[in-house]
């Protein structure tokens, strides 16, 4: 299975808002409302930021969230602060048969807070 | 607290086989299905294997399969990873994270992350 696609960058002023797309196929994306997004700091693992599209985990700021239209999903940040500076990563659930199933990363998106 | 931490990475030659471990602690590890998801170095990330809560179901990529082996112990809360026949492409960061449903039965979210262990393949 490809990786789906992301930007390289993309990069905004404190308090703008980015948006990183994430696309993919009919047989990931397209096919299940089952996409997260993480948020990975230099030399650090990654963080979960939202799953099934568009939740967020207990803890994560209302800054962020997502949505997904037909093979491409999005991940919006808000009211950009220096903190969000990190890559991000997109992931879908796909799957293989019935009982079988597997992930799909995205090529991951640095993001700069100019 | 919730926590993952993997050990077993160092330096191998290539065709050689290491094996990595992930302890689980601070949630019902026996209930949760687990995976191992790696980053080479400056490159992005990849999932490699799931394992169901009973070891009864599991999966590979492409990139692995008939080479890595996925395997847990509820009874040590602990999660493995045997690798063999390595090659310089599978040097990265190994990382084990649980996946969560939230309820669905749709094990989508990879939510505790390990701090990731270090594997180089190199003669």
């Known amino acids: 299975q490809s990786a789906l696609t992301q930007p390289a960058s993309v990069s905004g002023s404190p308090g703008q808002s980015v948006t990183i797309s994430c696309t993919g196929t009919?047989?990931?994306?397209?096919?299940?409302?089952?996409v997260s997004w993480y948020q990975q700091h230099s030399g650090k693992a990654p963080k979960l930021m939202i799953y099934?599209?568009?939740k967020r985990p207990s803890g994560v700021s209302n800054r962020f969230s997502g949505s997904k239209s037909g093979n491409t999903a999005s991940l919006t940040i808000s009211g950009l602060q220096a903190e969000d500076e990190a890559d991000y990563y997109c992931?879908?659930?796909?799957?293989?048969?019935?009982?079988?199933?597997?992930?799909?990363f995205g090529t991951g998106t640095k993001v700069t807070v100019l | 607290q919730v926590q993952l931490v993997e050990s077993g990475g160092g330096l191998v030659k290539p065709g050689g086989s290491l094996r990595l471990s992930c302890a689980a602690s601070?949630?019902?590890?026996?209930?949760?299905?687990m995976n191992w998801v790696r980053q080479a170095p400056g490159k992005g990330l990849e999932w490699l294997s799931y394992i169901s809560t009973t070891g009864a179901s599991t999966n590979y990529a492409d990139s692995v399969k008939g080479r890595f082996t996925i395997s847990r112990d509820n009874g040590y809360n602990s999660l493995y990873l045997q690798m063999n026949s390595l090659r310089a492409e599978d040097t990265a960061v190994y990382y084990c994270?649980?996946?969560?449903?939230?309820?669905?039965?749709?094990?989508?979210?990879?939510?505790?992350w390990g701090q990731g262990t270090m594997v180089s393949v190199s003669s």
């Open positions: 992931c879908s659930y796909a799957g293989v048969s019935t009982y079988v199933f597997g992930y799909v």
């Open positions: 099934e599209g568009d």
């Open positions: 009919s047989s990931d994306v397209g096919s299940y409302n089952l």
């Open positions: 994270a649980r996946t969560n449903d939230y309820g669905n039965g749709w094990y989508s979210a990879f939510d505790i």
């Open positions: 601070g949630f019902i590890f026996r209930d949760s299905y």
